[in-house]
T-cell receptor, first 111, second 113 residues
Framework: SQQGEEDPQALSIQEGENATMNCSYKTSINNLQWYRQNSGRGLVHLILIRSNEREKHSGRLRVTLDTSKKSSSLLITASRAADTASYFC???????????WGAGTKLIIKP | EAGVAQSPRYKIIEKRQSVAFWCNPISGHATLYWYQQILGQGPKLLIQ????????DSQLPKDRFSAERLKGVDSTLKIQPAKLEDSAVYLC???????????FGQGTRLTVV
């Protein structure tokens, strides 16, 4: 069963703009992870944020986590054509070690 | 550092045939995952190993799918007999331990005709 749900399902923006994707989940989690998938490099880990953290940065990526709302957001600043990919959130439950995935957001960066 | 290796990359079989996939995780990684990803969907966990023990196989169709992890290193996933709906990409991933980032292989694209 899918734990996370990404929103929007698809997003198309101009190069240089910022992209924001959201993830909602249902049960208590230990951590939430964001991954990127494109045809060239497969699935690649971006950021892991633990349930006791509220915000994390990695280069042009910023992830926030609100455990009270059971939601997370991924912000990509100054987007580039190479950011075109599908972005997935995956949650690792607190009660077990399952890593459960959403259906992803398809991001298209227009030149 | 070598990544997660999977083989074969592509496989086409007829329904009711059997197929096996192989995965070699990153050296030293205790946790190994097998996922099924259908086009347009997120990965679905099939089975998770911690060393050579099964942590979770609740979503593995055990009447046709089986997996093992020999000596806590390599792993094989088998489907017997295959159905049309098994057409998907089968992804193997590993992590140092649970609660850490997972590293994925390139996957095996299975087509059942």
């Amino acid at each position: 069963s899918q734990q996370g749900e990404e929103d929007p399902q698809a997003l198309s923006i101009q190069e240089g703009e910022n992209a924001t994707m959201n993830c909602s989940y249902k049960t208590s989690i230990n951590n939430l992870q964001w991954y990127r998938q494109n045809s060239g490099r497969g699935l690649v880990h971006l950021i892991l944020i633990r349930s006791n953290e509220r915000e994390k940065h990695s280069g042009r990526l910023r992830v926030t986590l609100d455990t009270s709302k059971k939601s997370s957001s991924l912000l990509i600043t100054a987007s580039r054509a190479a950011d075109t990919a599908s972005y997935f959130c995956a949650t690792e439950r607190d009660s077990n070690y399952q890593l459960i995935w959403g259906a992803g957001t398809k991001l298209i960066i227009k030149p | 550092e070598a990544g997660v290796a999977q083989s074969p990359r592509y496989k086409i079989i007829e329904k009711r045939q059997s197929v096996a996939f192989w995965c070699n995780p990153i050296s030293g990684h205790a946790t190994l995952y097998w996922y099924q990803q259908i086009l347009g969907q997120g990965p679905k966990l099939l089975i998770q190993f911690q060393n050579n023990g099964v942590v979770d196989d609740s979503q593995l169709p055990k009447d046709r799918f089986s997996a093992e992890r020999l000596k806590g290193v390599d792993s094989t996933l088998k489907i017997q007999p295959a159905k049309l709906e098994d057409s998907a990409v089968y992804l193997c991933a590993s992590s140092v331990r649970v609660r850490t980032e997972a590293f994925f292989g390139q996957g095996t694209r299975l087509t059942v005709v």
